[in-house]
């Protein structure tokens, strides 16, 4: 179901609300900065999570829907997030709310939760935290985390150039917050595996939209 979520007054974004008929929870999903709610990557894991019973509300950013390839700056992400949620609650207000995104969606959602914790949210879930640009390893870009208070989940792939695993693991375990922390082997930060690993890259999907279910599920429960 298409959306139009009004971000301030004279900002709208799109959105698609995907809502399966045994659903428990929902997901408010964020994409990476330069992707949208028709990008692949976006679209497989909203459609992989209505299979599993999980309905979604994925949206895009301002800059996206205005065609700049420029991200949007913080405020704005952080206003259009608590649109989004707040949309999200409203269309499916019996259901368990989560929010979180691919990369830099992930990363905007859990700085508005730092800030001013989003209303309803259960937990949080990130899809390749992007720690530091790459090959500049560095951790400020986590020291908000300390400040959120609900579970997380993250997906983190081996090679993924923007978050060296030794420092994400770090990070993590410094965490009060209880923290889940999944580490796919021979992945990108796009969560590509090569080829000679004998895996492909819709195995991972798969097996990381079952690491998401069963974690939204067990706090749920």
Request: aromatic share 6%.
């Amino acid at each position: 179901m298409p959306l139009s979520i009004t971000v301030t007054a004279g900002t709208t974004v799109s959105a698609i609300a995907m809502t399966p008929d045994d659903a428990t929870c929902c997901l408010a999903f964020a994409p990476g900065a330069g992707g949208g709610i028709n990008h692949a990557y976006t679209v497989a894991v909203c459609e992989g999570l209505a299979v599993r019973g999980m309905a979604t509300v994925r949206y895009q950013f301002p800059s996206i829907e205005n065609g700049s390839r420029r991200p949007d700056q913080p405020k704005l992400c952080h206003k259009t997030i608590q649109a989004a949620v707040a949309a999200a609650h409203e269309l499916t207000p019996a259901l368990a709310l989560f929010a979180g995104g691919k990369s830099f969606g992930g990363r905007m959602t859990s700085q508005i939760q730092a800030i001013e914790p989003l209303p309803h949210v259960r937990g949080l879930c990130f899809f390749g935290f992007p720690l530091h640009p790459p090959k500049r390893p560095a951790t400020t870009r986590a020291d908000h985390l300390s400040l959120v208070d609900i579970p997380m989940l993250f997906l983190q792939g081996t090679r993924d150039e923007l978050a060296d695993l030794t420092l994400m693991q770090g990070v993590v375990a410094r965490l009060n917050a209880p923290v889940t922390f999944k580490v796919i082997e021979h992945a990108d930060h796009s969560f590509h595996v090569p080829v000679r690993t004998g895996m492909t890259d819709s195995e991972v999907m798969r097996s990381m939209l079952d690491d998401v279910a069963t974690w939204a599920a067990a706090i749920v429960a």
